[in-house]
């Protein structure tokens, strides 16, 4: 995945969803393959941690496919309404910490050169850090390849 500069400003619109203390963000992909519907869920199993994924949604059914890769030529606008899903969310939800990976060693590299990219935007909203190991994390630093990220809100309005 070649990174570009992402415009976190042009995103589909999308819509929320709750449900039994899970929360869903449907939007709708449109690029060389048509129109993909794509779901961004939020899944906590302690309360206040929540595992956000990215998802191709079956168009019979809704099931999400976290392991798809639609390539439907908008990885841009998909990437900066997931980015931006995110950060509604904890807007929403002050008191919650967002934590993600990559399904593939690819998308968590591609994952952090975005992070990278945007950190000092992001620093200005977030506490953002790496997970180094199953129990070891730190203060995102640019210079270190980690196996998933946490965003914590800093509180301020965006």
């Not at 995103?11 to 039994?20: A, L, M």
């Not at 519907?37 to 191709?56: P, S």
């Not at 890769?69 to 606008?77: A, E, F, P, V």
């Not at 952090?112 to 506490?127: A, G, K, N, P």
């Amino acid at each position: 995945m070649d990174i570009e500069k992402y415009n976190l400003m042009e995103k589909y619109d999308f819509e929320e969803r709750e449900e039994d203390n899970k929360f869903s963000y449907i939007f709708e992909s449109i690029g060389t393959k048509g129109s993909i519907l794509k779901g961004v869920y939020f899944e906590t199993r302690n309360g206040f941690v929540y595992q956000m994924g990215l998802a191709d949604l079956d168009p019979d059914t809704f099931k999400p496919n976290f392991k798809s890769n639609s390539n439907n030529g908008d990885i841009q606008k998909v990437i900066a309404t997931t980015v931006w899903i995110g950060m509604c969310f904890l807007q929403k939800y002050p008191n919650n910490v967002v934590g993600f990976v990559g399904n593939e060693t690819r998308k968590t590299k591609f994952y952090q050169r975005i992070i990278t990219q945007y950190l000092s935007y992001f620093l200005q909203y977030f506490e953002v850090y790496g997970v180094l190991s199953l129990n070891e994390m730190e203060i995102f630093n640019p210079q270190i390849e980690y196996f998933g990220f946490y965003f914590k809100n800093k509180k301020k309005s965006l």
